[in-house]
Nanobody, 124 residues
Framework: EVQLVESGGGLVQAGGSLRLSCVAS????????MSWFRQVPGQKREGVAA???????TYTDSVKGRVTISSDNAKSTLYLEMNSLKPEDTAMYYC??????????????????WGRGTQVTVSS
């Protein structure tokens, strides 16, 4: 059974940092595309960062320079290191995966496996 379990969210002041983790089971993350999305209630799910099986990364413009996506194949874990957090980064953050290449790494429709999310709240 494929599972993605996120952790690491929490409440942080503006300017602070968080590292989100997503542990994958039921498949090898070596050959998949993986990503982080976020969603605010009532708004569309937004792609934040993605990494493909070759290690190529993609970021949405609003987080470039502040966020780093990485993976540890040995631990089957995807990470999202977030620095200089802003109140507008407040959202539920989801990990997603697709067992193959994707055309649009930050498009939610590309991914068929999703975690349940971890809440990030940034206070001003």
């Amino acid at each position: 059974e494929v599972q993605l379990v996120e952790s690491g969210g929490g409440l942080v002041q503006a300017g602070g940092s968080l590292r989100l983790s997503c542990v994958a089971s039921g498949f090898s993350i070596r050959k998949v595309a993986m990503s982080w999305f976020r969603q605010v209630p009532g708004q569309k799910r937004e792609g934040v960062a993605a990494i493909d099986s070759a290690g190529r990364t993609t970021y949405t413009d609003s987080v470039k320079g502040r966020v780093t996506i990485s993976s540890d194949n040995a631990k089957s874990t995807l990470y999202l290191e977030m620095n200089s957090l802003k109140p507008e980064d407040t959202a539920m953050y989801y990990c997603a995966a697709y067992p193959g290449p994707v055309v649009n790494p930050l498009a939610a429709w590309e991914y068929n496996y999703w975690g349940r999310g971890t809440q990030v709240t940034v206070s001003s």
